[in-house]
C-alpha cells in the first residue's frame, strides 16, 4: 500500500466549531462532535506506542470496551480515544512524556 | 419503594423502559453511552451527514421507530446517559458520570449491558489498521469515517458480509470477505436458521449483494498473518483448498460473531452456565430474565438474539419486574414475547454453528502470537504457565500467573481465546477451563473517583 499518511477516511460531512489540538507536537484540525480518536487517525495512523517494546497502536473495538486506545494529555493521566470528544487546545501523546510530574493513575488492573 | 433502574440504553434497555412507564413506574434508564440506541442502533450527533435510512438497509423502519420511542418515553423517565456502572455492591450501584461518583441503591435491577466482538487472535492482530468488526459499523455511524480504504473483512459471521456491504456503498474498496467456516458446515446448520427465515433471507441477501459487487469471498478460508511494519499492509490466508492467498489492503475488520458484556451481570450476582454451542459461560436465567431475586438480564448482554430479541427480551424482563411487584400478570403479551425470544435466540444458535467459533485455529496458534493486548502475554507464555503450573490448567490461574486478562480491558478481548488455549490444555473442554471471573472496576476509572464513591 503507498506511504503511510493517514488510517480514517471520512466519508460523511461533519459541519460545527473548527477545534485544533495537538498530538505529539503536531497541529490537527478537529470538527466539534470527532471523537479524538477519529481526529487522530484522519491525520496518521497510531494513537499511542505500547509500554512494552514501543509497538504501535490505534485502537481496536472502537467502543470503549478494549481500553487499547488510550492516549497521553498534558492536563494529566490519560484519556479514551474512542469516547472522548475533541476539545479546543487539547495537547495529547502517544507516549509519556517526561514533563509529566504527577500523571493521575487510573485504576482497574486487577 | 425505590424506582426500577435499568442498565443500557439499547433496545432491550428501551423497550423495558417503555412497559415499566406504561405501568406508571418512572424507571431511572443508565447509559453509558452519549445517546441512546446501543451499538446498532447508534443514533449519529446532527452534526453528521450521514444517511441512516440507507446505512441501515432493511432495518432502517425499526431503527427510526425506536428512536422515535425512545424521544417519548424522555419525559417519563430518569434517563442519565454518559454514566459509567462500574461496580455493583450488594443493592448498591457505583456511578461515574463527567468524572463524579456517586452511588444509587436499588430494588430491582434490569441490566441490558450489550455485546461485543469475539475474537480470534492471529499473528499482526495487533497492527494499527485492525479493528473489530463492530468497530468498523462504530467508526461508520458515529463518525462518519471508514477505517481505511481499502478494507478485509476477516472472521465468521453474517455481519461480515452485512459490514461490507455498508463499507462498500460509503466507497470502500473491498479487499476481501475471508470467512472461515467451510460452506459445507453452513449448509449442514441451514434446518436451525429457519427458526427465523426473514432474517436468515437477509443474511443471505446480504452475500448475494457481495457476490452480485463482485467482492472476493471465501469461505473456509484459514487465516496466516496480518502484515504490515507499522500498519497493516496485507492480510494472508490460505483458502479452502489451502493455496495461499494475499490481499493488499489498509485496514482489517475482524469478527467471530458477538459475546454478552457479562462483567455487571457477574457482580450483581447472577450464576453462570456454561453453554456448549456457544463455548461462553453464560447468566443463567429463567424464561422470563430473571437471575435472582431483583436482578433481571436482557438483550444482547446475556443471550446473543440480535435487536428484534433484544426488544422483545427487554419487553419481557419489564412484565416480569411487574410481576414481582405484584401487579397483575398480562399473560398472552408475556407469552407472545417468550415465545418470540426463544425463535430469535435458537436462530442464533444455529448462526453459532454456520458461523463456527474457530477454537482449532485458536489452539494451533503460534507461540510468538500475542494474546493480551493490555499486558502483552503472548500465546508461548500462557502454555508456558500451565507447563509450570502443578494444579490443573484453569484460566484464573493463568490469568494470576501470567497477567492475561488482568489489563484493562478485563479479559473482554482475550477472555474467550484464552479459554480455548486452556481448554486445549484440558482435552478440550471449555467447562474445565474454567470462567474468567469478573472485577469492579468493570473499566478503568480514575483513583480518585473510586476513593470518593466508597
Given amino acids: 500500500m503507498g506511504p503511510p499518511t493517514a488510517q480514517f477516511r471520512r466519508v460523511a460531512a461533519r459541519t460545527g466549531p473548527a477545534v485544533t489540538l495537538r498530538f505529539d507536537g503536531v497541529s490537527i484540525a478537529a470538527t466539534a462532535g470527532d471523537s479524538v480518536l477519529a481526529a487522530l487517525l484522519q491525520h496518521g495512523t497510531l494513537l499511542r506506542r505500547l509500554e512494552f517494546g514501543a509497538e504501535p497502536r490505534a485502537g481496536f473495538c472502537l467502543m470503549g470496551a478494549c481500553q487499547d486506545c488510550w492516549v497521553w494529555s498534558s492536563a494529566g493521566g490519560r484519556i479514551r480515544a474512542c469516547t472522548t470528544p475533541v476539545a479546543e487546545g487539547m495537547e495529547l501523546f502517544a507516549m509519556p512524556q517526561a514533563s509529566f510530574d504527577r500523571p493521575a493513575e487510573e485504576s482497574g488492573r486487577g | 419503594m425505590a424506582d426500577p433502574v435499568i442498565v443500557g440504553a439499547g433496545p432491550a434497555g428501551i423497550a423495558a423502559a417503555e412497559v415499566l412507564c406504561a405501568a406508571g413506574l418512572r424507571p431511572i434508564l443508565i447509559d453509558e453511552g452519549a445517546r441512546a440506541g446501543g451499538q446498532g442502533y447508534r443514533r449519529p450527533a446532527e452534526s453528521l451527514a450521514l444517511d441512516m435510512a440507507r446505512l441501515m438497509g432493511s432495518e432502517a423502519r425499526k431503527y427510526a421507530a425506536l428512536h422515535r420511542r425512545f424521544e417519548a418515553l424522555l419525559p417519563r423517565i430518569d434517563y442519565r446517559p454518559g454514566t459509567l456502572v462500574w461496580a ?58 471508514l477505517i481505511g480504504s ?95 492467498r494475499r490481499f493488499a489492503c489498509d485496514a482489517v475488520a475482524l469478527g467471530y460473531g458477538l459475546k454478552p458484556e457479562t462483567q455487571l451481570a457477574d457482580l450483581a450476582g447472577a450464576t453462570f452456565v456454561y ?72 436462530f442464533q444458535r444455529g448462526l453459532a454453528r454456520a458461523f463456527a467459533w474457530p477454537r482449532a485455529q485458536i489452539a494451533a496458534l503460534d507461540d510468538a502470537v500475542t494474546l493480551c493486548r493490555c499486558e502483552n502475554v503472548t500465546v508461548g507464555a500462557v502454555r508456558a504457565s500451565m507447563a509450570r503450573d502443578l494444579g490443573p490448567a484453569e484460566v484464573n490461574r493463568v490469568k494470576a500467573i501470567t497477567r492475561c486478562g488482568m489489563g484493562r480491558c478485563q479479559g473482554r478481548v482475550c477472555g474467550p481465546a484464552l479459554q480455548e488455549l486452556v481448554a486445549a490444555e484440558c482435552g478440550g473442554d471449555g467447562l474445565a477451563a474454567g470462567r474468567l471471573r469478573g472485577q469492579a472496576p468493570v473499566k478503568p476509572i480514575a483513583l480518585a473517583a473510586a476513593m470518593d464513591g466508597s
Fill in chain 2, 275 to 346: 453453554d456448549a454451542d456457544f463455548r461462553l459461560f453464560l447468566p443463567k436465567i429463567d424464561g422470563m430474565g430473571r437471575a435472582r431475586p431483583g436482578l433481571y438480564l436482557a438483550g444482547d448482554g446475556v443471550r446473543i438474539g440480535g435487536a428484534d430479541a433484544a426488544e422483545a427480551s427487554g419487553a419481557l424482563a419489564a412484565h416480569a419486574i411487574l410481576s414481582d411487584l405484584g401487579r397483575p400478570a398480562e399473560i398472552a403479551v408475556t407469552r407472545r414475547l417468550a415465545r418470540r425470544v426463544q425463535r430469535l435466540r435458537d
Fill in chain 2, 150 to 244: 481499502r478494507v478485509a473483512f476477516l472472521g465468521s459471521s453474517p455481519l461480515l458480509a452485512l459490514a461490507a456491504k455498508q463499507y462498500r456503498e460509503m466507497g470502500a474498496e473491498i479487499a476481501v470477505i475471508a470467512d472461515t467456516t467451510a460452506l459445507r458446515a453452513k449448509a449442514a446448520a441451514l434446518p436451525a436458521l429457519l427458526h427465523a427465515p426473514r432474517t436468515l433471507a437477509r443474511g443471505l441477501w446480504y452475500m448475494a449483494a457481495s457476490l452480485r459487487a463482485g467482492t472476493k469471498m471465501l469461505h473456509g478460508a484459514v487465516p496466516v498473518a496480518i502484515e504490515g511494519s507499522e500498519r497493516v499492509e496485507a492480510l494472508l490466508l490460505h483458502d479452502a483448498r489451502g493455496r495461499e
Fill in chain 2, 88 to 145: 455493583i455492591d450488594g443493592d448498591t450501584l457505583h456511578l461515574l458520570r463527567d468524572g463524579r461518583a456517586e452511588t444509587l441503591c436499588f430494588d430491582r435491577l434490569l441490566i441490558a449491558s450489550g455485546a461485543m466482538d469475539r475474537i480470534a487472535p492471529l499473528p499482526g492482530w495487533t497492527l494499527p489498521g485492525v479493528f473489530t468488526l463492530g468497530g468498523a459499523q462504530v467508526a461508520l455511524k458515529d463518525q462518519g469515517c
